[in-house]
């Protein structure tokens, strides 16, 4: 049996993703993704991939996610999946994916706080006297 692995990120999160011929299952970090992700937005951001490409309940997928919050987590699910079905076959997938924009990784990252300051850009109030 075949198995590929890829790495997902956005923000913090960063998802391990190991794909595998099957019959749907997802598990994440040893729970299912029902249970993992309570939101059904999420569900839907999680199988994006296999939507586009038409292999829905085709693989069984298992996942390691460390750091970040659900939705970042869901969303480096949703491109480590994509990747792992390019490494599957590339010729077949690739183009749908591309076209969704899902194997594009999003680099938006928190701005550190400045010292001196309340936040990254904010600034305390200025008093001319």
Same mark, same amino acid.
């Given at each position: 049996m075949e198995q590929k692995h890829a790495l997902g990120r956005r923000k913090s999160a960063v998802a391990r993703v190991y794909i595998s011929a099957g019959k749907g299952s997802i598990v994440i970090n040893g729970r299912e993704l029902t249970d993992y992700f309570k939101d059904a937005s999420l569900h839907y951001i999680v199988n994006q991939p296999f939507e586009v490409t038409g292999t829905a309940?085709?693989?069984?997928?298992? @996942?390691? @996610?460390v750091g970040g919050g659900t939705k970042g987590q869901a969303e480096a699910v949703r491109l480590g999946i994509s990747r792992?079905?390019?490494e599957m076959d590339s010729e077949a997938y690739r183009p749908a994916l591309k076209a969704a924009g899902f194997l594009t990784r999003d680099a938006r990252e928190v701005e550190r706080k400045k010292p001196g300051q309340p936040g990254a850009r904010r600034r305390f109030q200025f008093s001319k006297r």
């Open positions: 309940g085709q693989f069984d997928v298992k @996942i390691t @996610i792992a079905l390019c």
